[in-house]
């Protein structure tokens, strides 16, 4: 077969790719040569290149079309499945701080000072109730806690406070921090903000006319604030806690640190400091404050941060396996929705399984697999029957009869399916009918919605035109006279059907069920109208999760699981029938 | 006609005193007319795009402010999502994708106090929002503080989850239920039940009738063991409950006799019971009061923003909020409206015996604890989604 010449490619003659193929075949050692001397391929591939490139010019628009709005959005839905940053990014010297702890008994009062000062910063921000959440995907009861501390974290430090400004009443004023914390030139350029700001309020107020006074708007921000290196260095704690407070107040306050006392958080830290003996030989501004402060700080009264979160907020602070979740998801990324996503979970201890009363999802990816399947064997039932009749029928009779397949195809699934919970009702019209032959009496009418029944026969409706169609179309190109032929050799009815007949149907039935069952194993709308609680998909979980609980991540791992299932159930397929048999007609 | 024409000339002419500019707001307000709101006059979006719950509920703002709103405002466009029931996702996903489309969401208590901890929706003083009950009471003091349940919250109605029963089983013997215990009572009111797919209600109703102290339900639920009990005395009734998500549900699952009991918001059933007249009452024991009302979305633009502020400051007014009561049995959220509560707008049936506030209903009410909520929710919800899948 694979002769030299008419080898993979039946078209022979000069086409550049069978010049190639030529070239290459020969297995010459010297390089065939072009009539200006270049190597034959290498001008060959270039007018190649270009020929590529202007097919891909051309599909390009969709290609780009498909990658912005298809492409891009699902791989990044994906990518959530495993993105975690939320924990290391909203507690920060709390994850660094947990590093060490061995993850057993309560860590140590470092550790909670770090999330002390963490949590106040989020609750600024409005971050802990997220990360709370977050948590709570992984441990019930993290989102109470972290509310509940949201709302009693700014109390810590709170003492220490009082006896700063009771040592010396310049604590107080905001003034003295930013003379302490901000780097030079700051405290110049802000004070020349203020004049210019005053200056073009004057101007406003003189102006006639409203439009005269928009446009004299100053709408220039204060200059952004930076920490000092020196006071980074004698105070990194409280540097990177008061760095953190001044941002917050000039961008999500509007507000002006000269303007603002600090939090109560940046005083405990100053206490840390201070008492760490890193200020020690400070001489930048305040250097004398700062000098009387650090002689006053050992007798100072400081209650332990600990003991505030325990006995204070709530006593889950004591709790190891709070901790232990905090430490287990602090990695930037997880593999945490995943495992819940198959009924394990990501513990301090490793992987276990989880709770009896909280594992629904193996059993929710089985019974989809189930209900697909019936679904699609119900499919080949009702419509093989169907399609066959099509295909042998006179040209006008078959027509009216596709009419009649294609009509509720055209009608809205809402439709179609509102329908079916009419009919199926308890007190529908199919209860109805049976009541009244007297299959079924009054008083126990079948349940045939809200359950799994009711997801099948819907589905199976709705979903039968994506069997019949391929198949007709199929058994429209089997000619008759083989089944025909078949039969004057002696074989019987069913005979010719089965193995002359059947066999050349096979590609329809291939591509039917490939439809079907792809198309019902994510199946939304239906099963969430007609199924109950027992009828829902996996899908009706992912949905539940992007819109209801919020778990996105979880929606995410949940929604990758079942595309990696429906390729590995397609390579089966190929495997075992071959794609090639599949026809659409 | 003559009269608007000359309290507009008094409105201009007083123009510049706010002590006088408060009388003469009071006088026009008295009229049914609403004073200019603190924006008035500033750039203002046209187009408004509100999300409500659709049904009977988004109707009855529709009529009772929103038309009139744009009566007095034909340049504005009002687009309508129903999409409160999933409101939190949407404005998380909004402001997530820095894409906020909404500039005004209905939502319910729980929901707001969620949104405001979350930072989704924007912090309001209630009295730059609100205008001044006619006689000049602030509208912080005229919601009062059991409205104000956030600092996001703009308070509409309150409304109550009640259970509405069929009045023609035949199996009850002409038994009628009485307590909200008849519920999980299958041997005297055998037939479904229609509750909704979330733990609300459902967890403190079955506490309660498994005799747990109404005041010492939330205690309960915040142990392992008090969920357990509420999931056991739900279990009871699983197999024979069918799980609603949308308001609208159970009117329609009673009327199609597919259930016999079934609990809903009270103006879901009012409409069922007395504009649609079907075979079906009322049972007011152990109703669970919730609020519902407005937030803004955090981070809107400045013209959306006033946009939004000129309406609320008509849409919640004395009037509108009594307005609103004409079409749907919820209890208006001002103090001040409840005077007002008229006659049903096309029925001419006192509304006031159809108020869940109304005594006679409210003699064995229960009060949702939204603080609770918004901290156990999601604790709860996994629990009882991983419940109802089994």
């Known amino acids: 077969m694979a002769d030299a010449t008419t080898g993979p490619d039946q078209f022979t003659g000069p086409t550049p790719d069978n010049a190639i193929r030529e070239a290459d075949r020969a297995g010459r050692t010297e390089p065939m040569v072009a009539a200006d001397g270049t190597p034959l391929k290498r001008s060959l591939n270039r007018a190649l290149r270009r020929q590529k490139l202007r097919a891909l010019a051309l599909i390009s628009p969709l290609l780009i079309f498909i990658l912005v709005t298809f492409v891009a959005p699902i791989a990044d839905m994906l990518f959530r499945s495993v993105e975690n940053q939320i924990v290391s990014e909203t507690l920060p010297r709390t994850v660094v701080a947990l590093e060490d702890w061995d993850g057993t008994g309560v860590p140590d009062e470092e550790v909670f000072r770090a999330l002390a000062a963490d949590l106040v910063v989020a609750e600024e921000l409005k971050n802990h109730t997220r990360l709370g959440s977050r948590l709570n995907y992984e441990m019930t009861g993290m989102s109470s806690l972290m509310r509940q501390t949201g709302r009693d974290v700014d109390e810590i430090g709170e003492v220490l406070t009082d006896q700063f400004v009771e040592l010396d009443p310049a604590w107080e004023e905001p003034a003295t921090w930013v003379s302490l914390m901000a780097r030079d030139g700051w405290v110049e350029d802000q004070a020349e903000w203020v004049a210019a700001a005053e200056e073009a309020e004057a101007a406003q107020d003189a102006a006639a006319t409203p439009e005269e006074r928009r446009a004299l708007a100053f709408d220039e921000p204060e200059p952004t604030f930076r920490v000092s290196d020196a006071a980074q260095e004698a105070f990194p704690r409280t540097a990177r806690i008061y760095g953190q407070f001044a941002d917050i107040t000039q961008t999500e306050d509007e507000d002006s640190p000269t303007e603002e006392e600090p939090w109560n958080i940046v005083y405990q830290a100053l206490y840390e400091d201070l008492s760490a003996g890193t200020a020690q030989g400070y001489d930048g501004p305040e250097a004398d404050l700062v000098a009387r402060s650090e002689a006053a700080v050992s007798d100072f009264d400081a209650p332990s941060v600990r003991s505030f979160f325990v006995d204070e907020i709530d006593e889950d602070w004591a709790d190891p396996e709070v901790w232990g979740t905090i430490q287990a998801f602090s990695s930037p990324y997880t593999a945490g929705y995943f495992l819940s996503a198959v009924d394990l979970k990501l513990t301090p201890d490793g992987i276990e399984a989880q709770d009896a009363d909280q594992s629904i999802y193996i059993l929710l990816f089985e019974r989809t697999m189930f209900m697909s399947l019936t679904i699609m064997f119900s499919c080949i039932l009702l419509g093989y029957p169907i399609a066959f009749l099509l295909s042998n029928l006179p040209m006008r009779t078959s027509n009216l009869l596709l009419i009649l397949v294609l009509l509720p195809f055209w009608t809205s699934l809402l439709v179609r399916t509102s329908a079916w919970k009419v009919l199926l009702q308890q007190q529908g019209v199919i209860n109805d009918i049976l009541v009244w032959i007297g299959l079924v009496s009054d008083t126990n009418r079948l349940a045939l919605i809200n359950n799994q029944t009711g997801t099948i026969i819907a589905m199976t409706h709705i979903l039968l035109p994506f069997m019949i169609l391929p198949l007709y179309s199929v058994m429209k190109t089997i000619p008759p006279s083989y089944v025909r032929a078949a039969k004057s050799l002696g074989a019987t009815n069913w005979t010719a059907f089965w193995r002359v007949y059947f066999p050349q149907s096979v590609p329809g039935i291939g591509a039917g069920c490939i439809l079907v069952f792809i198309l019902s194993i994510g199946y939304y709308i239906t099963p969430e109208l007609v199924g109950g609680t027992t009828g829902t998909f996996i899908s009706n979980r992912i949905a539940y999760h992007i819109s209801s609980s919020l778990n996105w991540g979880l929606a995410a791992a949940l929604g990758t699981i079942l595309l990696v299932l429906v390729l590995a159930l397609y390579y089966l397929y190929d495997r075992i029938v071959g794609i090639d048999n599949v026809s659409l007609g | ?390």
């Open chain 2, 1 to 390: 006609m003559l009269g608007e024409v000359f309290d507009m000339k008094i409105k201009t002419m007083l123009l510049g005193s706010g002590a006088v500019m408060l009388i003469a707001a009071s006088a026009v307000a008295q009229d049914g007319q609403t004073t200019e709101s603190p924006v008035a006059g500033e750039p203002m979006a046209d187009e408004m795009t509100i999300v409500s719950w659709g049904g009977a509920y988004q109707d009855s703002q529709l009529k009772a402010y929103v038309e009139p709103y744009l009566e007095m405002h034909p340049e504005v466009q009002v687009t309508w999502d129903e999409s409160s029931a999933e409101a939190v996702a949407g404005m998380r996903a909004q402001s997530e994708a820095n894409n906020v489309t909404w500039d005004l969401v209905d939502v319910t208590a729980a929901d707001a106090m969620r949104l405001c901890d979350e930072g989704l929706a924007m912090e309001v003083d209630i009295d730059e929002i609100a205008a001044p009950a006619p006689d000049g009471t602030e509208a912080s003091e005229d919601f009062g503080e059991d409205m104000l349940v956030s600092d996001c919250f703009i308070p509409q109605i309150a409304y109550s989850y009640t259970f509405g029963y069929r009045t023609d089983v035949a199996e009850w013997d002409g038994n009628t239920p009485s307590s909200i215990c008849d519920v999980f009572d299958l041997e005297t009111f055998p037939g479904r039940r229609s509750l909704e797919r979330r733990p609300h209600n459902n967890m403190e109703w079955a506490l309660i009738c498994d005799g747990v102290a109404m005041d010492d339900v939330y205690d309960a639920l915040e142990t392992e063991e008090g969920r357990q009990q509420a999931f056991a005395k739900l279990d009871t009734i699983k197999d024979q409950t069918v799980w609603w998500t949308a308001g609208a549900d159970t009117p329609q699952l009673l009327a199609d006799g597919e259930v016999v009991f079934g609990s809903t918001y009270n103006g879901r059933l009012f409409s069922l019971i007395v504009e649609q007249d079907q075979p079906v009452e009322m049972m007011w024991d152990t109703q669970s009061y919730d609020l519902d009302g407005w937030v803004i979305p955090a981070d809107l633009g400045e013209e959306e923003l006033n946009r939004v502020k000129d309406f609320l400051w008509f849409a919640t007014d004395t009037q509108r909020l009594a307005d609103q009561a004409k079409y749907i049995s919820y209890g208006p959220a001002r103090a001040s409206s409840a005077p007002l509560v008229g006659e049903h707008a096309t029925l001419g049936i006192d509304m006031a015996p159809h108020m869940p506030t109304n005594p006679e209903n409210a003699t064995n009410a229960f009060v949702q604890n939204y603080e609770w909520w918004a901290d156990y929710r999601d604790d709860l919800d996994a629990e009882f989604q991983a419940w109802l899948a089994q």
